[in-house]
């Protein structure tokens, strides 16, 4: 049997077939690693839209809560309502007579007490903010002298609805609480929780006050109030800690100095569906309107 000579190769060397595998699984694998770092970049991409999107969603979930939340406290009734509306019970006493003796029976019966007093003539005014020459109606509601338009000083922190100025113009500016506290011009402040409170009695209770301090026009679904002190509140919307906006001619938010805890603060609103005003508290970091009253 005759054994075939092989050529020996030197320690290290490939052949031509070798070489071949060789650089094929070189460009195999920096395929790999570029096909893996498009899909790690892909991933991301995905991730932070995805991000993005919850943290818009949540944002757009707490404003439904808080509408929702407002409606029902507009349409719960409580003691205070039925109180401010003027229903009364009292007990009356009815007699029966009959032909040998008068007997007296005593009946729970309901009365009804109108709280339509007439309204005295409003006195209204007008005061000119030195800062910036900007001239502002005002009008005394009981004891107090109120601004009848919402501040449209220009300070830091403050914004046009939609960021639009034409909405300034319209509406006055949204500031956050923070702003709010010291936007007012010298000789007038923001109202505190107890000084709104002081409004609603003032112009007959909290149960009405929302119909008596809305403008005439502006509220979206015949929202309208009468504005029968000349407070003329305008439906502003808001301003949220995103810088997006809303309810605009459905609400009307002004901030109140008093705190309720470090991140938030109490402010009065009205709704375009219900008659009453209200207080609530939320985040200062929202955008309100602002109306001052004379020290």
Known sequence: MIRRKTKERPFGATDERENVILSEACRSGAEGDRIKRSRRISICMLLTAFLSACTDYAAKMEDDFE?????????????????????????????????????????????????????PEPTEGSMTDARDGQTYRTVVVGSQIWMAQNLNYEAENSFCYNDDPANCATYGRLYTWAAATTACPSGWHLPSKEEFETLFTAVGGIGTAGEKLKSTNGWNSSGNGTDAYVFSALPAGYRNYNGGYGYEGNYAYFWSSTEYNSDRAYYMYLYYRYDRADLNNYDKGYGYSVRCLKD
């Open 67 to 119: 509408e929702w939340k407002a409606s029902r406290e507009f349409s719960e009734p409580t003691e205070e309502n039925l109180s401010s509306s003027g229903a009364t019970l009292s007990s009356s006493s009815v007699t029966v007579q009959s032909s040998s003796s008068e007997t007296s029976v005593s009946s729970s019966s309901e009365k009804a007490e109108s709280s339509s007093s007439k309204v």
